[in-house]
């Protein structure tokens, strides 16, 4: 047991806020064996920190203004964390809605008759740890069901595993924890708040991190994607090797290595309507497998299951990765050559280690997070359009899905999807074969 006095300094820190309890909505998964079938786990959702309001404690201030600390506040990195609180939240009013072992995220919620952008993210909690969900998955299968129906051109309904510090950082200086969404990381290096339970006060940081893209997609195109880093865990990056000015000097494989069914020329099997594949006006359940070699991960295989019948993944057409439907480091250098330019086109996920380091990251356990959002930046063209917008119809690897090139700006979503919302559900992992029939 911690002696009192030091249980109460450390309350003195980026602590939970006294205003708005925090409830996480509860989010059952399951544990799979082959032998044993499933077993309930007793996990809940959490919503991001950056969601939540940040304001001095004991007070009603903001911590932030226009993106950065209020130095009347706080003007160091230990002192914003002992000076500012972070608050529970209610759930529904970040357009996120459970039930039973399903969860709804809607891209914008209406106030006062308004629509507005919500673009939820929140985590796996597992609430007898008190800490988030530890999915472990080298030699593992994970699967879950998935509603793309209300997801169209230009969203991205997200599912993925980052390497985040399971408590979210408590105890470096932060006391609120996993348990207020703390701690996150990915491999683009995204500037947070707060890096290892220290506050970023000028936002040079990053938080770059090992992620394992299970599931981007909406109802027109689907891929998955692992980006290694060659640092373990939280990597507080800064200059170039945050690669803001070239992605290529990241620690991280920023672009990281897809499989995409639809660009690698298999354009019908996934869409919407009965003839594709994978018909997503329909739910379907995703399931993906990580195979190892004598320890090491070497190859990740998908398969989908729909109306009871098992599909497996896409098969490539394109002359080079023909035949190809799992990913290995051996499609990925190909696929770089063929789409990326040539011989020398740069593989940065060969660079930060391929799938041997992305299996080390799998293999010490990742945070599973969830999100829908849109792209300000890119129009999610990358995902289900083609880029560069002007390549010739047979360039290869241009078209990634058949949305238009003039579409996915977000106030044209705002307006023509003000619906859009993802539904995961039936989340479970375990021995390979162990959790689909
Ligand atoms: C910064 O904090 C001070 C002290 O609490 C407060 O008076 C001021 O309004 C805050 N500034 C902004 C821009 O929120
Ligand atoms: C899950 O854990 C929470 C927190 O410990 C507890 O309150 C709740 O009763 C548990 N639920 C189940 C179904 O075990
Ligand atoms: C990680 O990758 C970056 C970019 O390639 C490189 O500059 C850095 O030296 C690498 N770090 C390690 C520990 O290998």
Redesign the pocket.
């Known amino acids: 047991m911690l002696p009192i006095i030091l249980l109460l300094s450390l309350v003195a820190a980026q602590q939970p806020g006294t205003n708005t309890p925090e409830r996480h909505p509860?989010l059952p998964s399951s544990r799979c064996t082959v032998q044993g079938g499933c077993v309930p786990a007793?996990t809940s959702i959490v919503l991001d920190s950056n969601f939540r309001w940040l304001h001095n404690v004991g007070g009603y201030t903001n911590c932030m203004a226009d993106g950065k600390f209020n130095t009347s506040i706080c003007s160091s990195p230990e002192g914003c964390v002992t000076s500012c609180a972070v608050e529970g939240v209610d759930y529904a009013g970040y357009g996120i809605k459970t039930q039973a072992d399903s969860v709804t995220m809607n891209l914008f919620t209406v106030k006062e008759g308004k629509t507005q952008l919500a673009s939820p993210r929140i985590y796996l909690f597992d609430?007898?740890e008190g800490k988030y969900a530890n999915f472990q998955l080298l030699d593992r299968e994970f699967s879950f069901d998935v509603d793309m129906s209300k997801a169209g051109c230009g969203v991205n309904g997200a599912l993925y595993f980052s390497e985040m510090d399971m408590a979210g950082d408590a105890g470096k200086g932060n006391t609120a924890g996993a348990k207020y969404g703390t701690g996150y990381c990915d491999a683009q290096c995204p500037k947070q708040n707060f890096i290892h339970g220290k506050a970023n006060l000028d936002q040079s940081l990053g938080a770059c991190c090992s992620e394992m893209d299970i599931w981007e997609a909406n109802s027109a195109a689907t891929a998955f994607t692992p980006h290694p880093c060659n640092e373990t865990g939280v990597y507080a990056c800064k200059g170039e090797l945050c690669g803001d000015k070239n992605r290529l000097d990241s620690v991280c494989d920023r672009d990281g290595c897809d499989f995409n069914g639809y660009r690698n020329g298999a354009k019908s099997f996934y869409g919407k309507g009965a003839d594709h594949t994978v018909d997503t006006t329909k739910p379907f359940t995703v399931v993906t497998q990580f195979y190892t070699k004598s320890g090491a991960l070497t190859e990740i295989k998908r398969l989908y299951v729909q109306g009871g019948k098992v599909i497996p993944e896409a098969t490539s057409t394109v002359k080079g990765i023909e035949g190809a439907n799992s990913m290995t480091d051996g499609y990925c250098s190909t696929q770089k050559q063929l789409f990326g330019g040539g011989a020398k086109a740069p593989n940065a996920f060969a660079t930060q280690g391929g799938m041997k380091v992305m299996g080390e990251a799998l293999g010490r356990g990742m945070v599973l997070a969830m999100a829908i959002w849109h792209d300000a930046g890119g129009y999610m063209h990358w995902l289900d359009s083609t880029v560069p917008n002007d390549s010739p119809p047979n360039a290869l690897g241009a078209a990634r899905g058949p949305c238009p090139t003039t579409g996915g700006r977000p106030a044209q979503i705002q307006t023509e999807q003000p619906d859009a919302a993802v539904t995961f559900s039936k989340i479970r992992w375990g021995e390979i074969g162990s959790t689909y029939k």
Do not use: P, Q
Request: aromatic residues 0%.
């Open positions: 509860s007793n609430e007898a």
